[in-house]
């Protein structure tokens, strides 16, 4: 009589073919946070200047990047429109849902990025393009390690600057992305300038957004997702305005994320390691199971 195989056994070899999978899944990951590309200054420009739909707009950016927690606040870096460095959640309206903001002039005023939600470095003056001064030597290491720790960063206005390569394409730190963001300050030929033709998406809308009133002056920037989506930059919560006259491939953002907001929570995909790791278990079940049916015939 021929002996088949315990379950215990089976087991067994399943559990050495799935070891390397579980090894990859113990790895850290490069980067567990979320990167989000603003092509807009409603919150730096727009609002403090009393426009109620930048405000608006605002308040459901406070409450994305917070997850619509109280607990953790949000760190604004650099200055608004207003002149100062005090909390722009004072603007009338910015702050409906009630998160706690603190701004501060630098990045080292923060003090441990870990105690934050979320940060958002302000453009220049809250306006137009992004503000690479924010981002001074040295201080790149403390935004990687509060990515890694699962924080989210929102840069207003992007138009490429390689001072945020080491976050955006850290495999290519010295890439021109300047070259693949269209509008002001871009590199990319395009006639948008300053338009309220954004649309917000379905993703957008699961991440706390709604389509906002005209402000006269909504989008600045568009990027190209042909080239940003290789990069992890997946999910687009506006839609950049159609008559921008683009010469690249697109399609465009206005809103660009590499990953959910807090509010729009996990995609509820399992981690690749997770799966590889499935994988390898059911494959050594099923190839023991058919190794002693073969035994048996």
């Given at each position: 009589?021929?002996?088949g195989?315990?379950?215990q056994?089976?087991m067994?070899?399943?559990?050495?073919?799935?070891?390397?999978?579980?090894?990859?899944?113990?790895m850290p990951?490069?980067?567990?946070?979320t990167i989000i590309?603003?092509?807009?200054?409603?919150?730096?420009?727009?609002c403090p200047?009393?426009?109620a739909?930048?405000c608006t707009y605002?308040?459901?950016?406070w409450?994305?990047?917070?997850?619509?927690?109280?607990t953790?606040?949000?760190?604004?870096?650099?200055?608004d429109d207003?002149?100062?460095?005090?909390?722009?959640g004072i603007?009338?309206?910015?702050?409906?849902?009630g998160?706690?903001?603190?701004?501060?002039?630098t990045?080292?005023?923060?003090?441990t990025?870990?105690?934050?939600?979320?940060?958002?470095?302000?453009?220049g003056?809250?306006?137009?393009?992004?503000?690479?001064?924010?981002?001074p030597?040295?201080e790149d290491a403390?935004?990687?390690a509060?990515?890694?720790g699962g924080?989210?960063?929102?840069?207003?206005?992007?138009?490429?600057g390689?001072?945020?390569?080491f976050?955006?394409?850290?495999?290519?730190?010295s890439?021109?992305l300047n070259a693949f963001?269209?509008g002001?300050g871009?590199g990319?030929?395009?006639?948008?300038?300053?338009d309220?033709?954004?649309?917000?998406?379905?993703?957008?809308?699961?991440?706390g957004?709604?389509?906002p009133?005209?402000?006269s002056?909504?989008?600045?920037?568009a990027?190209?997702?042909?080239?940003?989506?290789?990069?992890g930059?997946?999910k687009s919560?506006?839609?950049?305005?159609?008559?921008g006259?683009?010469?690249?491939?697109?399609?465009y953002s206005s809103?660009?994320?590499?990953g959910?907001t807090?509010?729009?929570?996990?995609?509820?995909?399992?981690?690749?390691?997770s799966m590889?790791?499935?994988?390898?278990?059911l494959?050594?079940?099923?190839?023991?199971?058919?190794?002693?049916?073969?035994?048996k015939s």
């Open positions: 009589m021929k002996k195989f315990s379950f056994r089976i067994q070899s399943a559990v050495v073919l799935a070891a390397p999978a579980a090894f990859l899944m113990c990951a490069a980067q567990a946070g590309l603003e092509g807009s200054d409603a919150i730096g420009f727009h200047g009393g426009n739909s930048a605002e308040s459901q950016t409450d994305a990047l917070s997850g619509g927690s109280k953790d606040p949000i760190a604004i870096i650099g200055q207003s002149g100062t460095t005090g909390d722009v603007q009338a309206g910015s702050n409906t849902f998160m706690t903001l603190d701004q501060f002039a990045l080292a005023g923060a003090g990025l870990s105690q934050y939600a979320a940060i958002y470095f302000l453009a003056d809250g306006c137009c393009t992004e503000n690479d001064s924010l981002i030597v040295g403390a935004v990687l509060y990515l890694a924080g989210t960063v929102m840069i207003e206005n992007y138009i490429g390689e001072a945020w390569n976050a955006i394409d850290p495999g290519a730190p890439t021109n963001v269209a002001v871009g990319q030929s395009s006639s948008l300038s300053c309220d033709g954004e649309t917000v998406t379905a993703t957008g809308i699961a991440n957004f709604t389509q009133s005209v402000m002056c909504w989008t600045h920037q990027y190209d997702e042909s080239v940003f989506t290789p990069l930059f997946t919560f506006f839609n950049s305005p159609a008559d006259g683009y010469t690249g491939t697109g399609p809103l660009l994320s590499d959910n807090l509010t729009g929570g996990p995609t509820g995909t399992p981690e690749p390691a590889l790791l499935m994988g390898g278990g494959a050594a079940l099923g190839f023991m199971a058919r190794r002693r049916a073969s035994r």
